[in-house]
């Protein structure tokens, strides 16, 4: 299985969507009677987001499907009441809490009507929100990506009912993908947001985007719990509305707070405060920005800051920048300000301060503990800052236990994990590790050039996994203890390439590059399995003559029939050029080569 290039990641996910709508038409346009078979309902799952679910997300635990209790399912509350959330109570949302920490969800329209009363709540926020001074405390808290212990782990630290009091809390984007449970997590913030809502602060993550969380797990997880249901794209498109309502900068008397960083050098927080709320809940998708202001969007919610001045191409995510301590530095002068807050990347700490001269400093905190899903060893975090200005930490490791956290409906799920873990090798794991074992000459090259006395350090580390291995979206350090668990560390914390390198011996069944002889393993075949079928099915669509090759004018009814499904912000604007990119050869016709290989993502 091929790895995922950092530079193609963001037109790869564009691509892998192009061809998930192309199969859905194929499908929709088939004879009805395909419909009524078993084999039909198979063919309409969606066959691309099973493939990404394992080449971007190589570490998402499978969830299992059980038969949940929905929320006031059977009482008769006036929770369907699209007003009811209008006129909440603290007592409501805490109780409807307590349901969704216990095994329960909310039904779809119940959902729906969440849904629609946060989008207008966030509405009436702007997109650049002063935070009043009157809070003794705020709480910033990083990203969560589904992960529905740590959030109960801030809420049980902060403490509910100290929100509005005394505390305004934060919380800095990407709540949902990658987890399982983000759809609980998205369900909790929005209850907290309706019932607080000036002291309840969302804002928008890279990940609060139509098309990324269409490819990172979010639609999959609302299409399984909500499988029997018939709103369940209206479900989708209504987060898609709430992702875009979200502000994107928070500002206090000391710090900004948003998820990225800086976009350019001169960068000031005026130029959010341009975008206005309808601006803002246009940008669906932070993919292919075409105005301005998307592109500034998109910087602010992608961009890394590094320790080396200026600003410079983000090659890691081939989105946003770099922006280095001096551009910081100058960003918190200009602002009058101390300290810029931001998340997007996991520290293993659960926070990671770069300091930027004279006691000013960018701190990232990740609030996900042992990302990703219980698998890494880094620490969950959130900050506060006090009226008086000092910004501490507050962070956790994740435990299986933690008193006063877990519901009993959890501590059951983990006792089943506990149970069944130990006969269960995790399929990811295994890809990532045959991927590793196929790369180990290039890897020792580049260990080589970054170590000294045989010694790396674990961000260096990191960064030549990353780069041979083509996967730049994975927290290789907190990874580490899994992948090489007898790994050599010095006093100094360094890795031992050599002994790490020694892991990975080719077995009997692999060839110089770690390539299977004999047989391709059950998981990769199923995911190729799947993609041939789809690929075979959209390139026929195409192929009205059935001739064997797609020419411009079937191409064009194609897509012009796909574009009449879509919403303007995807339609497909350059068919020419499309097809003249499939069309590697240039002979007017794509053939299925051509046609497979432009859509490649295994």
Known sequence: MAAIDAKEEVKRV??????????????????????????????????????LQT????????????????????????????????????????????????GKRLDSKTLLNLLRAAEESLRRDDTLLILPGTSERIVVVGDLHGCLKSLRQVLERVGINSIGKNTTIVFDGDFVDRGVKSLEVMSILLLLKLVFPRHVILLRGNHEDILIASAYGFQDEIAEKYADEDDVEDIFAAFGRVFAALPL??????????????????????????IT?????????????????????????????????????????????????????????RHSLQYL??????????????????????????????????????????????????????????????????SKASKAENLKAKNTKKDVKDPYFEILKSLITSQKEELEHMFKEKATNGKITPEAWAAVMSHVL???DIPWVVLL?????????????????????????????TDHRGRTKKRMGSVEMELLKAHHEMLNTVFHFLDTSGNGTIDYPEFKAGIKMLNKRLPENRKLKDLKKLFQQIDVDGSGEIDVDEFSNFFMVM
């Open 470 to 472: 083509e996967l730049p």
């Open 14 to 51: 564009r691509m892998a969507q192009i061809l998930h709508d192309l199969h859905q038409l194929a499908l929709a346009s088939e004879p009805d009677e395909s419909s009524n078979s078993e084999n039909g309902k198979l063919k309409r799952k969606s066959t691309v987001r099973r493939i």
């Open 249 to 274: 900068c928070a500002v206090t008397e000391t710090a900004a707070i948003l998820h990225g960083g800086l976009p350019s050098y001169d960068f000031n927080l005026n130029d959010i405060g341009t």
């Open 55 to 102: 080449v971007l997300r190589p570490f998402r635990k499978k969830s299992v499907r059980t038969a949940v209790t929905t929320v006031n399912q059977n009482a008769d509350t006036g929770v369907k009441n699209k007003n009811f959330f209008e006129s909440i109570t603290i007592a409501q949302v805490h109780d409807m809490i307590e349901d969704i920490n216990n």
């Open 481 to 509: 203890p899994s992948l090489a668990p007898d790994h050599d560390v010095n006093p100094d914390n360094c890795i031992d390439w050599k002994v790490f390198l020694e892991q990975y011996a080719l077995s009997p069944n």
């Open 341 to 406: 807050i931001r998340g997007h990347e996991v520290a293993h700490n659960g926070f990671q301060s770069l300091s930027c001269g004279n006691g000013k400093s960018v701190t990232t905190v990740f609030s996900h503990a042992a990302y990703p899903n219980g698998h890494g060893q880094n620490f969950g975090a959130y900050i506060e800052l006090k009226a008086k200005g000092s910004l501490n930490p507050v962070k956790w490791k994740w435990t299986e236990d933690a008193p006063g956290v877990e």
């Open 277 to 333: 709320t309808e601006e803002r809940c246009q940008i669906s998708t932070t993919i292919e920005p075409k105005t301005e202001k998307e592109i500034l969007v998109q910087g602010i919610l992608w961009s890394d800051p590094v320790s080396t001045k200026g600003i410079s191409p983000n090659t890691t995510r081939s989105v946003g920048v770099f922006y280095g301590p001096d551009v910081v530095r100058q960003f918190l002068d």
